[in-house]
């Protein structure tokens, strides 16, 4: 139990842990105070906005909607690992849950996780009240990526309040852990966060954890091809750089592909990257474009995202020839794969 901060250290204890903090408009008078109080408080909840977009996202969780008005949370983490903090009091977002739950919390005395939410949004007891709340960035369809600086924004904030107050990381719970009808957030597990914590509050603010683990140790991506490869003009063309998925086993990643292609009319030249699952569906990242050079052209195309249990990265490649109707091919020579990956 512990009285919410001011909103000054609440802010310092953010830049302490090393968050990149963006200050929106009146945050720190902006609440729901005039509802109910505020604390005592026992930890924070994490949610996912079910949106894209860091300003229409930002704006949501400021303003929220007619049927739930903003603020709805005190910070939004956005993709690139910025915290917009939107309100500060109490904030429409964690709502009704489990009391069972808030025992566990507050005695923080579960193991992995809480103990499966028995109660709702509508039959639980006040969850505005009791935590802080951050709204992250994501579609929550369980396609949409986590980018590494994302989650290590989330791991941050929650920290520097855990350090704050004195918490263990046993006091950062997800909404679908406070709430039964709730889902977020989806794409990461809330046990492999809290490990995050833990670790980090093992360290110094600001500092990686000292004697980092398997679980914090990244994985190099280091592949390499000369195989000639044949691209056809407006044909997905998977590069095999050593095999056809770069990565497997893999819970986030950084990548990056380096290409020489050669014979080419000029044109323009498209990448995607692409998680495939074990049904056969799949999610591409968007497409990005390289303006081709006639002869031989070198291009790079970059990405960092999350993967669930099962998935593999790929990489494909396509090209626009400068002439329309051009179906000569263009010729792939040389392909590096570079980056680090979790499992």
């Known amino acids: ?27 720190r008078e902006h609440n729901r105070n005039h509802k109910g109080a505020w604390g005592p408080v026992h930890g924070l909840v994490i949610h996912h906005t079910v949106s894209s977009g860091t300003a229409s996202s930002v704006a949501l969780c400021r303003d929220g909607y007619d049927e739930l008005p903003g603020p709805l949370c005190h910070g939004v983490i956005a993709k690139d690992g910025t915290v917009h903090l939107v309100g500060y009091g109490r904030t429409n977002h964690a709502g009704g849950g489990d009391p069972a739950v808030l025992e566990h919390v507050i005695a923080e005395d579960y193991g992995h996780r809480p103990p499966p939410p028995t109660r709702g949004n509508l039959d639980g007891v006040d969850g505005n009240r009791a935590f802080y709340g951050f709204e992250c960035i994501n579609r929550g369809d369980g396609r949409d990526p986590w980018p590494t600086a994302q989650l290590d924004a989330i791991e941050r904030v929650s920290a520097a309040l855990c350090r704050a107050h004195g918490w263990s ?59 000639r490869v044949d691209l056809r003009p407006d044909t997905w063309t998977t590069v095999r750089i050593g095999r056809d998925n770069l990565i497997s086993g893999a819970r986030s990643y950084t990548a990056a592909v380096y290409l020489r292609v050669d014979a ?26 390289r303006i081709a050079t006639t002869g031989s052209s070198f291009v790079d195309f970059l990405h960092a995202g999350s993967i669930l249990p099962g998935e593999t990265l790929r990489f494909e490649i396509t090209y626009g020839p400068a002439t329309a109707g051009d179906t000569a091919p263009a010729t792939l020579t040389a392909a590096q794969a570079r980056g680090l990956y979790w499992k």
């Open 169 to 227: 990381a046993k006091s950062v719970i997800g909404h679908l852990e406070w709430s039964n009808d709730k889902s977020d957030p989806r794409g990461f597990t809330m046990p492999d966060m809290r490990a995050r914590i833990a670790r980090r509050l093992s360290g110094q603010p600001g500092h990686p954890s000292p004697n980092p683990t398997e679980d914090t140790v990244p994985y190099p991506l280091g592949e390499a091809s000369t195989t």
């Open 264 to 289: 080419l009319p000029g044109g323009v030249l498209q990448g995607r990257f692409v998680h495939q699952r074990p049904d056969g569906s799949r999610w591409t990242s968007p497409i990005v474009e």
């Open 1 to 27: 139990m512990a009285q919410p901060l001011s909103s000054d250290r609440f802010l310092a204890a953010l830049r302490a842990e090393g968050v990149t903090v963006a200050e929106v408009g009146n945050w």
